[in-house]
């Protein structure tokens, strides 16, 4: 059994992609700026942290921005999931074989450490999701030893270490988890790397009984990778990267399938490939189903550039999916996405281009030809979100430090985003 | 098996080297020149076996880590022979490294293959190709096929006057691919153009895959405006070397070079520019480049020979396994964490060699110290932290231990090979090319 222990909250760690030097710089310059809020190298390491945020500029379509934690984190910060007042961060490319998690106290405007946790045999934590409870969290490993790690959240603030679970399907690396229930049962759909002579595989496990997890389907997919799933009333889509979005059927579709024996419906290559990511929306007001929103994660340099559009899909017919639509937003790429469903926003983690809230209720597939444009090396000419005025507010960008927005989640009218850079984000949602 | 089929071959280009017995040198009194070697005329069959037991102590290797390791590296038995009146040549290099060194060698700076500041084994087919060569008038030109050197780019580094390869190794060589490769040579000029299958090795035991034949080209041209001088302009269009199975970024590689040999093989001069552009061919978009320049020389000076290299190379930064040395392999996906521009300065010794029955061993030293920043100050990678704010050295001290003599060329083959005068410094003692193309 590999050791799950917690990170003491005195240690500060040598984590090589920070520098020493820039750090005491920024705590010098914020501890004359603040008073002093901040006086040494122990201060913005992983467990402590500067509660005053980076300035802002103007910005007429700025997202309000309510606070910031562990500003400058020794780990850089990878994806985030809240639930009620506690929000888990996960830490990337540790270069080590421990990786930690940060739990937060977000029930203020501030987000507050309270814990962290390390998790062995692991040198990248790319995901976390709690579970549709929200009595347990799961997050995936990477790279050798691949697997996913469940803790109990009895006490949501002290996750408690249950199970691990992997194998030689999950071995090389297990990029995403996600977790949704089909039938009321619990599963995880592990999106699991290449490596090591193997390819890319989804692989789905029963987690009803956290304790047990029991694998009960695996099929090789993705070209070259699967990156992300997203499950919705029995229905499973892919990212299957250059091999597009795929649309399983789990149960939801009438066509037979389970976890355990999945039923392709349809896939579709979006324009450009290099599909990561999936939100289907199903908007409350409306009733509509009509679009599932594509992640497209283009080449970037963390820390400094990205590139990647979000493509708007009509899935009205499953069987033959039609991208209508698209946003871009030039010098930046998208990442993972969080809808507030009930007012039909999409808020997307842009990477360098911040935070993006997006109007995404209504047809947003019929457009002016003045609203019409195409995406980057391509001739067709697909409704522009932007052009059709649908970029409600960006968010981070007005601030004077760069960021690097890795994921984001809409709450109860709040908007949290971790941030490679700098740890994490609370926003104000936007309204509309 | 593998490793019992590389031992027999290694063995059996032993056993056989005797039969090379006219093509063999004696060794030379320190790094004297061989005066024998430039008389010699080109010869039906080459065979060299060679090792190289290195100790390296790198300080501030990554993560900031001190180390002090040995092993054998460059461990390989090459062969060459020419038939049919010389109308065939085939060219074969077996290398031992996955065997003895695995990790990798302690290379400060080095990347390539999913490890980086250690210098990745090479496959334990090295090369293994086949030319036949004609002419017709003044007009000489081959055809080759196998695996091996991409037309494109300055001679493996295994071939130069220094142990420890440059940082711009990835940048200035594409190595053990499955290509065809057509070469002209009239005069002093020569051109090549080639075609094979873009994907690296993973791993020693890799093989090019059918699948991926063909995918990627590349022209090299080529002057030798006086004895012992050479221009070189090449281009190559890569496709998805990282990613073996295809859909990763694309790479257009450009290289020029200037190279003098003296007549002697005492005065060793290389001057090269490359860069490396990589490409999302979906959006049709550069993304990452990368550029190199690098200067080295080496001269005899009594018995001693020294060798200077100086070196400005951009390198990648990109996610790091639990093993600081090692980056997913493929990784999981287009991204990379920074761009880190090296520069390191390169001095190496070697001193008058000795036989040892059959063998001859060559003991040298090499001090390199390097410097690393990023390209960029928001890459997330920070080289400053991670490698220390100190200095960053290396020291090697080896022998070059042979039976035989190297090949004079590695990353040439058929008429594109120049029969220039073979270098003999720093414990290279390179036999001269079998001269397909005379010059």
């Known amino acids: 059994m590999l050791s799950i222990e917690e990170e003491s909250t005195s240690r500060t760690s040598f984590h090589p992609y920070r520098s020493t030097m820039r750090r005491s710089f920024l705590s010098l310059v914020l501890a004359l700026a603040f008073g002093g809020a901040c006086g040494g190298d122990s201060s913005t390491g992983p467990n402590s942290q500067v509660n005053s945020c980076p300035a802002a500029g103007t910005q007429s379509n700025a997202m309000t921005v309510l606070g910031c934690g562990n500003f400058k984190p020794k780990r850089v910060t990878g994806e985030i999931s809240v639930r009620g007042t506690t929000a888990y961060t996960t830490t990337w490319n540790n270069g080590s074989p421990t990786s930690a998690f940060y739990v937060w106290d977000v029930s203020g405007n501030v987000p507050a450490l309270v814990d962290s946790v390390r998790v062995d045999n692991a040198s990248t934590l790319g995901d976390v999701v709690v579970t549709p409870d929200g009595k347990y969290l799961v997050l995936a490993t990477e790279y050798s030893g691949g697997s996913i790690v469940i803790f109990s959240l009895d006490d949501p603030r002290k996750p408690q270490f249950v199970s691990r679970f992997t194998n030689a399907e999950t071995n090389a690396g297990v990029h995403t988890a996600e977790v949704g229930t089909v039938n009321g049962k619990v599963y995880a759909f592990l999106s699991v790397d290449p490596g090591g002579g193997t390819p890319p595989r989804l692989v789905i496990v029963d987690i009803t009984n956290p304790a047990a997890p029991q694998q009960v389907y695996s099929r090789v997919v993705g070209a070259p990778f699967v990156h992300d799933t997203f499950l919705r009333d029995g229905i499973l889509f892919l990212g299957l990267w250059d091999g597009g979005v795929a649309i399983w059927d789990l149960g939801g579709a009438g066509l037979g399938g389970s976890p355990a024996n999945p039923i392709d419906v349809g896939l579709l290559q979006t324009l450009n490939g290099h599909v990561h990511n999936i939100w289907w929306l199903k908007d409350p007001a409306t009733g509509s189903a009509r679009y599932a929103f594509i992640g497209e994660e283009s080449p970037g340099k963390v820390g400094t550039s990205s590139s990647g559009d979000i493509h708007v899909v009509d899935v009205s017919n499953m069987a033959s999916p039609q991208e209508v639509a698209f946003y871009t937003v030039p010098g930046a790429g998208t990442h993972n996405f969080s809808v507030d469903e009930q007012n039909g926003i999409l808020y997307a983690a842009y990477y360098n281009g911040g935070v993006r809230a997006i109007d995404v209720r209504g047809d947003l597939g019929t457009c002016t030809s003045a609203q019409r444009s195409s995406p980057v090396n391509q001739a067709v000419q697909l409704c522009d979100l932007a052009k059709m005025g649908r970029e409600l507010a960006v968010g981070l960008k007005d601030r004077s430090n760069a960021v690097y927005v890795w994921g984001v989640q809409y709450l109860d009218g709040f908007v949290y985003a971790s941030d490679m850079l700098n740890g994490i984000w609370k926003l104000r949602a936007v309204s509309r | ?439």
């Open chain 2, 1 to 439: 098996m593998r490793t019992r089929l590389l031992s027999a071959s290694l063995v059996c280009l032993t056993v056989l080297s005797p039969l090379d017995a006219r093509a063999q040198h004696e060794g030379h009194p320190g790094m004297a020149t061989d005066a024998k070697a430039d008389t010699t005329s080109p010869h039906r069959l080459h065979l060299m076996a060679q090792a190289i037991p290195v100790l390296t102590r790198a300080e501030n290797t990554a993560a900031g880590r001190d180390l002090t390791e040995g092993y054998l590296a460059q461990v390989v038995g090459m062969g060459s022979g020419r038939l049919f009146s010389g109308h065939l040549a085939v060219d074969v290099t077996l290398n031992g490294e996955g065997l003895t060194m695995r990790r990798g060698e302690l290379s400060t700076g080095a990347f390539g293959e999913g490890f980086v500041d250690r210098r990745h084994p090479h496959t334990y087919l090295h090369e293994l190709i086949a030319s036949g060569i004609g002419a017709i008038g003044s007009l000489k030109y081959s055809g080759s096929a196998g695996r091996g050197f991409v037309p494109y780019g300055t001679d493996d580094p295994m071939m130069r006057p220094f142990e420890k390869y440059p940082i711009n190794h990835h940048l200035s060589q594409i190595l053990e691919r499955g290509l065809l490769i057509g070469a002209l040579r009239v005069g002093p000029a020569i051109l090549e153009a080639s075609t094979f299958g873009g994907e690296e090795p993973t791993s020693p035991s890799s093989w090019p895959r059918a699948s991926r034949f063909g995918d990627s080209w590349s022209v090299r041209a080529t002057a030798l405006p006086t004895a012992g001088a050479e221009l070189q302009a090449s281009y190559a269009s890569v496709q998805s070397p990282e990613q073996p199975g295809g859909f990763g970024l694309d790479q257009q590689k450009r290289s020029v070079s200037a190279r003098f040999v003296s007549a002697n093989g005492e005065r060793y001069l290389l001057a090269e520019w490359a860069r490396t552009d990589e490409r999302d061919a979906g959006r049709d978009v550069a993304v990452f480049g990368y550029e190199t320049a690098l200067v080295e020389g080496a001269v005899t000076l009594g018995v001693v020979d020294l060798g200077l290299r100086l070196e400005q190379t951009e390198r990648p930064e990109e996610e790091r396994l639990s093993d600081p040395f090692r980056t997913p392999r493929p990784a999981s996906d287009l991204s990379i964490t920074g761009i880190t521009r090296w520069r390191a300065a390169t001095v190496a010794m070697a001193f008058p060699g000795a036989t040892f029955g059959p063998l001859r061993g060559y003991p040298y030293v090499e001090l390199e110290r390097l410097a690393a920043s990023p390209r960029a100050a928001t890459d997330i990678f920070d080289a400053g932290q991670f490698y220390g704010r100190a200095p960053l050295w290396m020291a090697s001290v080896g022998v070059r231990v042979r039976y035989g003599t190297m090949h004079a060329r590695m990353g040439r083959y058929g008429v594109a090979l120049p029969a220039g005068p073979p270098l003999h410094m720093l414990g290279v003692d390179s036999t001269r090319s079998s001269g397909h193309a005379q010059h």
